[in-house]
């Protein structure tokens, strides 16, 4: 394994008290697996991936084991956790405009990322520059490399954002949300670069998404989170085709799909979503899920491994 | 039948970057053609849906629609009136009866404000409820946006990336428009929440007549919510007509294009091939049709002469 997560935890202390906003995540990447991370929103994905990286505001208190090749991350000393960022492991955010630095040039940006990452020259950077920005997609590289990010589309800094992060060849891709900004067509474009990535490199991804569709086209195995915690995980084709927690199959119900008429009402899932400042005593999804029994309200269930699936939720046999 | 909005042949260039070399060579000045020529129209209690690669120019219409900036051509007709001619109380009504929903919550919020008193300005500056009923009403719009109410006392950076994308629709909300540009509104969601906004919006429509023009990158979506659509390639409206014939009988190789390479959920399940050949530059838009460079169906009169939008299809092949 290259990345192993054991009993993530990351506590928030806020004005009105602490916020349990990741809860006891645990996560295996080895080189070349492709991992997708999928979940409420506000579940926990994105605090994960920044806790992985130690790039969490000062509110913010970890715990558990986050190793990386057998190096402890969380111990790490901030020279150490630079190279580590960006050399090794590269990081994609999930908004663009907020991880991006509004007055350098996009060319300047990969510039930076190249300089502290390889041996490449002025010339040769520019060059490996117009490379990446052309294996993202965006034409007229030249001109490109003079622009700032507000003068790129939304999906322009998305795909700039994924060439900076590329720029090191790291060995781990982190890559929160990249595709939301893109249409279909370039999405799949930048699908098939990071598996060739992981194919040719041995590049080896999490992939964070909403789109149940680039999971099962993408992805090897999945992770489903709920309130801070992972639900179920498993090999992407078993866990979409019978789920073994309630919040997945309420989740891959919800979908607006081949099944649902256009122009009908949406079937998400009832209820309010949960409360990370007062957790639930016994599984955070119980009071919206339609299959409980009286133990899921007292005891949080605990997760179990059947094979190659793992699940924590009582109802399992009754899905 | 009554058109609320409505783009006529609105254009918008923005300068390209010079480089040294273009200096030297005294290249001209170059620009990024973003709208050529488009044409929309939205009647009260319609859902448009806009579709298209990124970087074609649907950020740079919707701006357009809600007059952040100005066309360099055509007009954008608000009740049959020019905006760009309304006046005192003419321009704060449109200011109130079209709204947008940005793309990028992130730069959209302002970080020093609670969610709850930016929220409680807009209510206020716009008088749209009595002052002693403000805090009500924040605490019912976080509601329609699946918020708990101790949100209104957190700062944008305290969310999740899909909680302040729901931010940014209970802000545009909050004005009780007529008209709702929403760009990009529910990428950063999972399909549950999703579900639940795009329910909001169409009980908001079929309750108020509200007329939503709906810019996203998900077919699923638009095929689920749009009465019409309107498919841009490179600054231009390639293909427009109702959801149902578009997804069925889709007439532009764009548009073809562009359904075939929807991610299915069937894991495994081999691609459609995306849109070949050189990607296209606003820069320098190739002559003749736009998309003619990495079209299957090619002629030879593609590549010097434009088709114009017939029939609601830009496309010689489409006799
Ligand atoms: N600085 C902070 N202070 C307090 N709470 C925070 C802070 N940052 C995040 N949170 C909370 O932690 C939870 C997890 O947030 P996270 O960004 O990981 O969600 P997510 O799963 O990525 O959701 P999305 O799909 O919407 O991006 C959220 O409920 C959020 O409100
Ligand atoms: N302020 C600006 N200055 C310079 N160029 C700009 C500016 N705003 C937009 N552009 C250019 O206009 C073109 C269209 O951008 P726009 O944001 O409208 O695309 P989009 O269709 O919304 O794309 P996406 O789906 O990626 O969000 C792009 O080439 C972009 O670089
Ligand atoms: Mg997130
Ligand atoms: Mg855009």
Redesign the interface.
Known sequence: MSLVVRDLRVV?D???GPVWAVDGVDLEVAPGAVLGL??????G???TLRAIARLL?ANATVSGEVLWEDEDVLAMPPDRLRRLRGAEIGIVF?????ALNPVL?IGLQIDESLEAHTELDTKGRRARALELLDLV????G??RL??YPH??????RQ?AMIAIALASSPKLLLA??PT??????????IL?LLLRLKAELGMGLVLVT?????V??TCERVAVMYAGRVCEAGP??SV?ASPRHAYTQ??LR????EG?R??A?????PG??P?L?RPAQGCAFQPRCTVSESACETRRPSMETDGDRRFACYAEARL | MSIVLQANAVERR?P????LADLLLRRPI?AVHALSGVSIAIEAGETLGV?????CG??TLARCLVRLIAPDAGAVMFEGQDIATLRSSDRLRFNRAVQMVF?????SLNPRMTVGAALAEVLRVHNIVPDADIPARVLALLDQV?L?A?AA??YP????????Q?IGIARALAMEPRVIIA??PV??????????I??LF?ELQERLGLAIVFIT?????V???AHRVAVMYLGRVVETGL??DIFEAPRHPYTR??IS?????????A?AD??RG????P??PPPGCPFHPRCPIVMPRCASDAPSLINGVSCWAAG
């Open positions: 928030f806020t004005p009105k999928v979940g409420e929103s506000g579940s994905k994105s605090v505001h999930q908004e663009p405009m907020a040039t997609g965006i034409a007229a030249g001109a003079g622009q003068e790129f589309s939304g999906g322009m795909r929160d949300d939301t900004a893109l249409d279909v067509t370039i999405q799949d474009q098939r909403h789109d149940l569709g680039v099962a086209q992407v084709a979409f309420a989740l919800a979908m607006p799909g649902a256009a122009g009402k949406l079937v998400p899932i309010q979503a409360r400042d | 923005f390209a970057p010079r480089g170059r579709v298209g690669e990124s970087g649907k950020s793309q990028d919550p992130f730069a699946q708990p101790s006392g957190r950076h305290a969310f999740s990336g899909g909680q302040r729901r760009d990009e990428s950063a969601l999972d399909v549950s929440v999703q579900a639940q795009v329910n169409m990158h998900d077919l699923r979506l095929r689920h919510m959801t149902h294009a562009l390479a929807v991610p299915s959920l069937i894991p495994g399940q691609r995306a849109v050189e990607l296209p530059s820069m320098a």
